[in-house]
């Protein structure tokens, strides 16, 4: 075990901390997904590699959201195969899965935070339970991660003394917590007021310049995507329709389908 389990997250290499994997962290093969008569994925092949920030982007029903809950676990594919840091998810016996999913962190579009207990304790508890860790070092931690959210000064309150956009920081930073490989952020500020839309991207701006952490990100904000990707994926039913850099999906598309969505959210 690592002597750095204070640390919140991992920094960019060569920061002392955790050893963290490289290569190739999740693989999708040919996932097909299917509820009823309706393939939402169709046969679907991607890949994102160790510290990288991948964001998906299409309209609305093209099944961005559903591999987020294949990773978690929430949902089962009908085919194909899905690993995470070499392992695969299904079939997988409970404990595999149970330490799958301790490297991944979720963020949902809503926070489902304990709305009885503090923030602190909202941050801490997983860390203590799940993890075994001291509840010494999980509140230092948590500590240090409030502050990176800029909401130290709220640590003693309940969720719902807080403003969405702080409700949804706290989240970002209980999914931290975990200390999780990878960070699934599933349309995270789409129940936020406008006005608190820009405090949440910021935070996240922060983690991804200043981690090592890899992201698979679903959203619509196309400039937060911009930012943060080394690589945007467009899908369309359930298929990747297009792949690149964001500079090349979001200057120079080349799939008709990528242009019309673009310009109807852009
Ligand atoms: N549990 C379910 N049962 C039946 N259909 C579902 C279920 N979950 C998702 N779907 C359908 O699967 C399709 C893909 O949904 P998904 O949420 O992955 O799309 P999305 O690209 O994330 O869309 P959005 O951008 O609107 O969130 C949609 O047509 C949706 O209605």
Redesign the pocket.
Known sequence: MSTDTHAPFEKKPGTPGTPRSTGELIRLEQVTKR??D?T?LDHLDFSVDAGKHVTLI??????????L?LLMTL?KPDEGTITVDGEQLFPASEKQVREIRKKIGMVFQQFNLFPNMTVLRNITEAPVTVLGMSKDAAEERARELLEMVGLTEHLAKRPGQLSGGQQQRVAIARALAMRPQVLLLD?VTSALDPELVAGVLDVLRDIARSTDITMLC?T?EMNFARDISDRVLM?DQGRIIEAGAPEKIFSEPEHDRTREFLSAVL
């Open positions: 509820f009823g309706h939402v299409g309209p609305s029903g093209s099944g961005k959201t559903t591999i809950r949902l349309e679903v619509h899908f």
